[in-house]
């Protein structure tokens, strides 16, 4: 059974830093696009960022633009987050996604299946 577990998730104040990671087990990511997402209390899960099957190709929201990073190392079957410069509003669940397609699109994700989240607290 596929399988995503995300880590590295805690608290931090603003302007601070943390790497987010995401092992894949039981199925190789390697031929898949994977994604990271977020969401906050009360609001529904959003996109933060998309990178495809190579690590060629990436693609961010507007609002991490600049200051997060999404990476991949498929020989160790993980998907990492590298966030900077964190802000209050980017305190939510994190979430690692994988796809269906190898090259996903950001208005075309394809969700294949979720982890189930690490949580980011980000403090004034």
């Known amino acids: 059974q596929a399988q995503l577990e995300e880590s590295g998730g805690g608290l931090v104040q603003t302007g601070g830093s943390l790497r987010l990671s995401c092992a894949a087990s039981?199925?190789?990511?390697?031929?898949?696009?994977m994604g990271w997402f977020r969401q906050s209390p009360g609001l529904k899960r959003d996109f933060v960022a998309v990178i495809n099957w190579s690590g060629g190709k990436t693609a961010y929201a507007d609002s991490v633009k600049g200051r997060f990073t999404i990476s991949r190392d498929n020989a160790k079957n993980t998907v990492y987050l590298q966030m900077n410069s964190l802000k209050v509003e980017d305190t939510a669940v994190y979430y690692c996604?994988?796809?269906?397609?190898?090259?996903?699109?950001?208005?075309?994700?394809?969700?294949?299946?979720w982890g189930k989240g690490t949580l980011v607290t980000v403090s004034s």
């Open positions: 039981g199925r190789a990511i390697s031929n898949k696009g």
């Open positions: 996604a994988a796809s269906q397609m190898m090259n996903p699109a950001v208005a075309n994700f394809g969700l294949d299946y």
